[in-house]
């Protein structure tokens, strides 16, 4: 065990027994980290500010469950962060649904010069089920049966979706010289 592994062990020891100290280094220590897998699930900087607040109101209260010989902090944490974004994701579409509401028709020509920031928010246009999994198999590494109990589907949906989102992504964008650039025509 590493020197990172027993400080960790010790500042969760800390947290167990309810030290203010413990508790508010954990926070800061965790805190960027959630919340740039956060934002991937919600979009409103208030909204993140929500999860994150109930995220870490779940982390310390369930810090007991936590068991070191299964992994490190951070992706235990980010899980949790992740399932309570997905929830109040969900919960707050339902909310925000409106009849008759358009999606936003962006062509690729507007994008030749866009940043990280603006791939994000393109991808973000990609229907949310697909969107899901994108992140939760590719960015957050989970498992397709890890995404299905997150999302109360099966695997095989799971599956199915990523493939589906992989197309997505191909039918507007095109590797060339080993970066991701727009698909040169419009998609109808």
Known sequence: MGESEREELQWIEGCKRGDAAAQR??????????????????????????????????????????????????????????????????????IQELPGQTALTVYPSALETMALEDLIALLKGMPSELYEVLNLVLVDGFSHKETASMLSISAELSRQRLTRARKWVTERFELSGGELTPVKTPLS
């Open 25 to 94: 280094h954990v926070f800061g220590t965790l805190l960027p980290y959630l919340k740039g897998a956060v934002r991937r699930y919600i979009y409103d900087e208030d909204e993140i500010q929500d999860v994150l607040q109930e995220a870490f109101i779940r982390i310390f209260k369930y810090i007991d469950q936590f068991d070191p010989n299964r992994g490190r902090m951070r992706p235990w944490a980010a899980k949790i962060a992740i399932n309570v974004a997905i929830t109040e994701g969900k919960r707050r579409q339902r």
